[in-house]
C-alpha cells in the first residue's frame, strides 16, 4: 500500500511540471487557436535564464526564478512578434509549423549554451527529505507543488477580476467580435505568449534543480504536456491541471508495476502510457474531459 501511495505522490509532484507546461499550451491556445510546439524550447530557455542568474550571477533561487520568468516572457512576446505576427491571417496548420520551427532555432542557440555538460539549478535545501505516513518527500518537489498550486490560483483570479484577464476570455471566445469591442487582440496575442514563458520558465527551473539537471535532451519532457492538454481538453485551464497531474500518476504508476504485471510491453513503456492514457480519453470523449465540443453545420 506504502508503494502504490508513494508511486500516486511521486506522479503528482511530477504532473505539477506537466500541468504548468500544459497551461503555456492553453493559454496560446485560446487566445490564437493556434497549438504551439515551441514551448518545449520557451522550457529549456527558461531553465537556463534562471541556471545563468543563480549559477553564473550568483542570485539566491527565488529572485533568479522571478527575473527568469520575466525573461522567459519577454522571449514569448518576441517569438509572437517576431515569428507569429507577421502570419496573422494565414492558416493555423502554417502557425503551428512555424512555432515547430522556433522550436528548433531556440533549442540549438541553448544547446550551444550548455554544451554536454548538464545545468543545475541549485535549490535551497532542495534534498531534505519530509516523511510522513511512511511516504516521503522532497523539499524541492514540496516547493513544485506549492509553486504550481499558487500559479493556478493566480490564473483564475487573472481571468475572473483583471481586465486584461477578461480581454484575453472574449478574445478567446470571438477575435472579430473582440475588435469590435475595442480589444487590441495582438496585444491580448502578445500576453498569451508572455504568460505561456513565464511558465515554462517556471517548469523549466524546477526541472533544472532536479538531479538530473537541464540536458540536451530534456526538452522531451514538455512533449508529455501534449497527452496532457487533449486529455483535459485544448481550451480548458482546468482541464490542463487535472490532465497533467493524470499523465504524471500514470506514468509513474506504469514505472513501479508494469514491469511486473506486464513484462512483455517492454522496460520502458512509461514513456509510451501518458499517449496510451490520451488515446482511450479520445475514444469517450473526442474533444477532452473538459473541452468545447464544436457544432459545425454542413
Same mark, same amino acid.
Given at each position: ?179 469590435? $469591442?475595442?480589444?487590441?487582440?495582438? /496585444?491580448?496575442? *502578445? #500576453?498569451?505568449?508572455? !504568460?505561456? =514563458? +513565464? %511558465?515554462?520558465?517556471?517548469? &523549466? ?10 540536458? $540536451?535532451?530534456?526538452?522531451?519532457? /514538455?512533449?508529455? *504536456? #501534449?497527452?496532457?492538454? !487533449?486529455? =483535459? +481538453? %485544448?481550451?480548458?485551464?482546468? &482541464? ?59
Amino acid at each position: 500500500m506504502n508503494q502504490f501511495a508513494q508511486a500516486i505522490l511521486n506522479g503528482f509532484s511530477q504532473g505539477a511540471i506537466y500541468a504548468l507546461l500544459a497551461l503555456g499550451y492553453v493559454m496560446i491556445y485560446k487566445a490564437t487557436h493556434v497549438i504551439s510546439f515551441a514551448q518545449p524550447a520557451l522550457m529549456v530557455c527558461g531553465g537556463l535564464f534562471s541556471y545563468h542568474l543563480t549559477a553564473q550571477i550568483g542570485l539566491p533561487f527565488w529572485p533568479g526564478l522571478l527575473l527568469a520568468m520575466i525573461l522567459g516572457a519577454l522571449l514569448g512576446m518576441a517569438v509572437e512578434r517576431l515569428a507569429l505576427r507577421p502570419m496573422v491571417g494565414k492558416p493555423v496548420f502554417t502557425l503551428a509549423i512555424i512555432t515547430i520551427g522556433v522550436d528548433i532555432v531556440l533549442r540549438i542557440a541553448a544547446n550551444r549554451y550548455m554544451g554536454a555538460n548538464p545545468r543545475i539549478v541549485t535549490f535551497p535545501d532542495g534534498s531534505r527529505q519530509y516523511e510522513f505516513l511512511g511516504l516521503s518527500i522532497t523539499h524541492q518537489r514540496v516547493a513544485l507543488i506549492a509553486v504550481t498550486a499558487i500559479t493556478v490560483v493566480a490564473l483564475v483570479m487573472f481571468f475572473r477580476y483583471a481586465k486584461a484577464g477578461l480581454a484575453m476570455r472574449a478574445t478567446a471566445l470571438n477575435q472579430e467580435t473582440a475588435l469590435a $469591442q475595442g480589444i487590441r487582440v495582438g /496585444a491580448i496575442f *502578445a #500576453l498569451a505568449w508572455a !504568460i505561456a =514563458g +513565464g %511558465l515554462a520558465t517556471i517548469a &523549466g527551473t524546477f526541472v533544472a534543480a532536479g538531479s538530473a539537471g537541464m540536458e $540536451q535532451n530534456t526538452w522531451i519532457i /514538455a512533449l508529455k *504536456a #501534449l497527452p496532457a492538454i !487533449i486529455i =483535459g +481538453g %485544448l481550451d480548458s485551464l482546468p &482541464g490542463a491541471v487535472i490532465g497533467g497531474l493524470a499523465v504524471g500518476i500514470v506514468e509513474s504508476l506504469t514505472a513501479v508495476y508494469q514491469p511486473d504485471v506486464a513484462p512483455f510491453l517492454g522496460a520502458n513503456f512509461a514513456l509510451v502510457a501518458p499517449y496510451a492514457l490520451m488515446f482511450l480519453v479520445l475514444l469517450v470523449r473526442p474533444y477532452g474531459l473538459f473541452g468545447t465540443r464544436e457544432v459545425e453545420r454542413v
